[in-house]
């Protein structure tokens, strides 16, 4: 069954329009993603669908509900784990779950809930001593706590370190296997395709592609790339000849090879017969970084470690 439902959402903000032409689907059970450049959208996409912004045209469906005419029963069905979230300093992690708790109808037991989000043991620590890690399961915990069908989770593992944020992605994993759909608005294109089952790319106001992580690296990035060294010399047009070669370059001895499918026993096949030797052969694996730049003419930017950010 479908869990969220956006049809050609259009919001202006002032003079600029932040959402041009927004529509995509999200079945219950599902991760899905939205990625794109700063600016491009989801986050006024996202608080639409929350109700915390009216849009100018277009409609969205929550669990079949409307975010505006039923902004109350949304609410009870909708967790929502903001871009930017603040709390009282001194609020410690059970008060800011029991007090939340009190905002809900049918709320879960909020200490099952800090037990499953690893909580239990900074129950009585204020929130100003939280590190950021634990901040953000507080975040997710409080948007939680309503026993939400579905949940949006804005960046939340910007600013965490490369531990933490795999700490985070196995919590989501977790979340959705006790049958939460979520909706996950992030800049990383690592996270994006570990967790999600389908992906939306918004730029410019406007979804240019949705499908699996493998889905959309295979529409943008059609061709391979091989790399290896060589036993002996070798001519280069014993490569390029070759029908599946669109390119060939030779790096510091390594030489780079381009093409398409059947690339790599193509070009293997061609090296034996000219009694060549391929010595650490590797396939260079597309990843959703690729796709990103295809899709939005956006280059990543490199973060910390091997880390990848957009935007």
Excluded at 72 to 101: H, K, M, N, W
Excluded at 225 to 244: A, G, K, M
Aim: charged residues 25%; proline residues 4%.
């Amino acid at each position: 069954m479908t869990a969220l439902e956006v049809r050609h959402l259009h919001k202006r903000n002032g003079q600029h329009v932040a959402v041009d032409d927004v529509s995509f689907t999200v079945e219950e059970g599902e991760i899905f993603g939205i990625i794109g450049p700063n600016g491009a959208g989801k986050t006024t996409t996202v608080e639409s669908i929350a109700g915390l912004r009216t849009p100018d045209s277009g409609s969205i469906s929550v669990l079949g509900l409307d975010p505006v005419t039923d902004r109350a029963e949304v609410r009870e069905r909708l967790g929502v784990q903001l871009q930017e979230s603040s709390f009282p300093d001194a609020i410690t992690v059970s008060e800011a779950l029991d007090l939340y708790s009190s905002f809900y109808r049918d709320p879960v037991d909020w200490r099952e809930l800090m037990e499953l989000l690893g909580l239990t043991e900074k129950r009585s620590t204020r929130y100003k001593a939280l590190s950021g890690g634990q901040k953000q399961r507080l975040s997710i915990a409080l948007a939680l706590v309503g026993n939400p069908k579905v949940a949006i989770l804005d960046e939340l593992t910007t600013g965490l370190d490369p531990q933490a944020r795999r700490d985070t992605w196995s919590l989501v994993e977790r979340v959705r296997d006790t049958g939460v759909t979520i909706l996950l608005v992030t800049h990383f294109m690592d996270e994006a395709e570990r967790l999600s089952d389908r992906i939306a790319v918004i730029d410019g106001g406007r979804v240019v592609a949705v499908d699996t992580p493998a889905g959309l690296i295979a529409q943008a990035t059609a061709e391979q790339q091989i790399r290896f060294r060589v036993s002996r010399p070798l001519d280069r047009s014993i490569l390029t000849e070759l029908p599946e070669v669109s390119r060939v370059e030779v790096v510091e001895g390594s030489w780079l090879v381009t093409g398409r499918e059947q690339l790599v026993s193509g070009v293997v096949g061609a090296l034996a017969r000219a009694q060549v030797v391929a010595e650490d052969l590797r396939v260079d694996q597309r990843t959703l970084d690729d796709a990103f730049v295809a899709f939005t003419g956006r280059a990543p930017e490199s973060t910390e470690g091997s880390e990848r950010k957009v935007g």
